[in-house]
C-alpha cells in the first residue's frame, strides 16, 4: 500500500458540518467514512486524527473509530500533544511555566474570555454561556478555577494552549500577548475571532514529523486530509496532500489534490480513490 498512514483533520474535514450535526451541535463521521477508514486500517493502514482539539473532545470519535487499538491514534492541541492510547503522552510539548503564567496574566487584565489546555484537562475561569456551550459542542467537561492567572501561579501547570474568543478587536488582544516579548509563539485561528496561543515548535508540521519516528515512517509514506489554514503546514509535511473541497483556497492552492467536502464524503471518497482501489 503506497499510503501507510493517513493523517486527518477532524473539524471541517472528517467531521460533518452545519448540515450534519447531531441534536447536541456535535459533527458526525458519516457511515461511508467510517467503512472507509476500518477497510484502510484492515489493509495495514494508520488513520490518525490530527486536530487542535483537546484529547477528551475527540476520544470517543477516536474510540468509535477503532484508532486507540493503534500505539497512537490522535494528535492534539495544535501538534503539541500525541497521547498514547491510554491517554499519557507520547509526546508533549506545553510552553513553559514562566511563559504560561506571563501570557495567563496579560489576558487576564483585557478581560476576554480564555481557556488552555494542558495534556489532562481544559481549564476555565467560570461556568458561563460560553463555557457551557462549548461543552455542548465538544462534549466534554471543563475544570472551572477561577482566575486562571491566579491557579496557573499556585498549582504550577502550563498550558499546551490557550484559546480566546474576543468579543473586540481581537489585534488589541494580539498586541497585548507581542508586547510580552516572548519568542517561540506561534499566535494563529481556529475560527473568526478565535485566537490560539501556542509553542512555534509545535503546529501540524510537527506531528506529521513526529508520528512519522513514531511508526518509523518515511514523509512519502503518508497522506495528509485538511482544511484550514492550520492544516497547510501538515500537507506540504507529508508525500500526498489533499484539501477537501470546503477548504479555504490557501489549503487548495497548497494540495496535491482536491476532493469532495466534509458534507459529500471527501475523505472516504479519497481513501477509497487512492488506498482501496489502488493496484497493488
Same mark, same amino acid.
Given at each position: 500500500?503506497?499510503?501507510?498512514?493517513?493523517?486527518?483533520?477532524?473539524?471541517?474535514?472528517?467531521?460533518?458540518?452545519?448540515?450534519?450535526?447531531?441534536?447536541?451541535?456535535?459533527?458526525?463521521?458519516?457511515?461511508?467514512?467510517?467503512?472507509?477508514?476500518?477497510?484502510?486500517?484492515?489493509?495495514? $493502514? #494508520?488513520?490518525? *486524527?490530527?486536530? +487542535?482539539? @483537546?484529547?477528551?473532545?475527540?476520544? !470517543?470519535?477516536?474510540?468509535?473509530? /477503532?484508532?486507540?487499538?493503534?500505539?497512537?491514534?490522535?494528535?492534539?492541541?495544535?501538534?503539541?500533544?500525541?497521547?498514547?492510547?491510554?491517554?499519557?503522552?507520547?509526546?508533549?510539548?506545553?510552553?513553559?511555566?514562566?511563559?504560561?503564567?506571563?501570557?495567563?496574566?496579560?489576558?487576564?487584565?483585557?478581560?476576554?474570555?480564555?481557556?488552555?489546555?494542558?495534556?489532562?484537562?481544559?481549564?476555565?475561569?467560570?461556568?458561563?454561556?460560553?463555557?457551557?456551550?462549548?461543552?455542548?459542542?465538544?462534549?466534554?467537561?471543563?475544570?472551572?478555577?477561577?482566575?486562571?492567572?491566579?491557579?496557573?501561579?499556585?498549582?504550577?501547570?502550563?498550558?499546551?494552549?490557550?484559546?480566546?474568543?474576543?468579543?473586540?478587536?481581537?489585534?488589541?488582544?494580539?498586541?497585548?500577548?507581542?508586547?510580552? $516579548? #516572548?519568542?517561540? *509563539?506561534?499566535? +494563529?485561528? @481556529?475560527?473568526?475571532?478565535?485566537? !490560539?496561543?501556542?509553542?512555534?515548535? /509545535?503546529?501540524?508540521?510537527?506531528?506529521?514529523?513526529?508520528?512519522?519516528?513514531?511508526?518509523?515512517?518515511?514523509?512519502?509514506?503518508?497522506?495528509?486530509?485538511?482544511?484550514?489554514?492550520?492544516?497547510?503546514?501538515?500537507?506540504?509535511?507529508?508525500?500526498?496532500?489533499?484539501?477537501?473541497?470546503?477548504?479555504?483556497?490557501?489549503?487548495?492552492?497548497?494540495?496535491?489534490?482536491?476532493?469532495?467536502?466534509?458534507?459529500?464524503?471527501?475523505?472516504?471518497?479519497?481513501?477509497?480513490?487512492?488506498?482501496?482501489?489502488?493496484?497493488?
Amino acid at each position: 500500500m503506497k499510503y501507510k498512514m493517513i493523517l486527518c483533520d477532524f473539524d471541517g474535514t472528517l467531521g460533518t458540518g452545519v448540515s450534519g450535526i447531531n441534536e447536541n451541535g456535535r459533527p458526525i463521521v458519516t457511515e461511508r467514512s467510517k467503512k472507509a477508514i476500518g477497510a484502510y486500517m484492515a489493509k495495514g $493502514g #494508520i488513520f490518525i *486524527l490530527c486536530t +487542535g482539539r @483537546s484529547y477528551s473532545s475527540c476520544v !470517543e470519535y477516536a474510540k468509535d473509530l /477503532g484508532l486507540l487499538n493503534q500505539k497512537v491514534g490522535v494528535s492534539c492541541l495544535m501538534g503539541t500533544l500525541i497521547p498514547n492510547a491510554d491517554g499519557t503522552p507520547a509526546f508533549d510539548l506545553p510552553l513553559s511555566h514562566d511563559v504560561t503564567l506571563r501570557i495567563a496574566r496579560a489576558l487576564d487584565e483585557t478581560g476576554e474570555y480564555y481557556h488552555f489546555y494542558d495534556w489532562q484537562d481544559i481549564y476555565v475561569k467560570e461556568n458561563n454561556d460560553i463555557t457551557r456551550n462549548y461543552e455542548r459542542i465538544c462534549g466534554v467537561k471543563v475544570s472551572v478555577r477561577g482566575v486562571l492567572g491566579d491557579f496557573i501561579e499556585s498549582s504550577g501547570k502550563s498550558a499546551n494552549k490557550f484559546v480566546i474568543i474576543c468579543k473586540g478587536d481581537e489585534r488589541i488582544v494580539i498586541d497585548k500577548i507581542r508586547s510580552l $516579548g #516572548i519568542d517561540g *509563539l506561534e499566535l +494563529g485561528h @481556529s475560527g473568526p475571532k478565535y485566537l !490560539e496561543v501556542y509553542s512555534a515548535e /509545535g503546529g501540524k508540521k510537527r506531528a506529521a514529523e513526529e508520528l512519522c519516528k513514531i511508526y518509523g515512517l518515511e514523509p512519502d509514506d503518508v497522506m495528509a486530509i485538511g482544511d484550514s489554514f492550520n492544516d497547510i503546514s501538515m500537507l506540504k509535511a507529508v508525500g500526498f496532500g489533499v484539501a477537501v473541497g470546503n477548504a479555504t483556497d490557501d489549503v487548495k492552492a497548497a494540495a496535491d489534490y482536491v476532493a469532495e467536502s466534509n458534507n459529500d464524503d471527501g475523505v472516504a471518497k479519497t481513501i477509497e480513490k487512492f488506498c482501496l482501489n489502488e493496484k497493488e
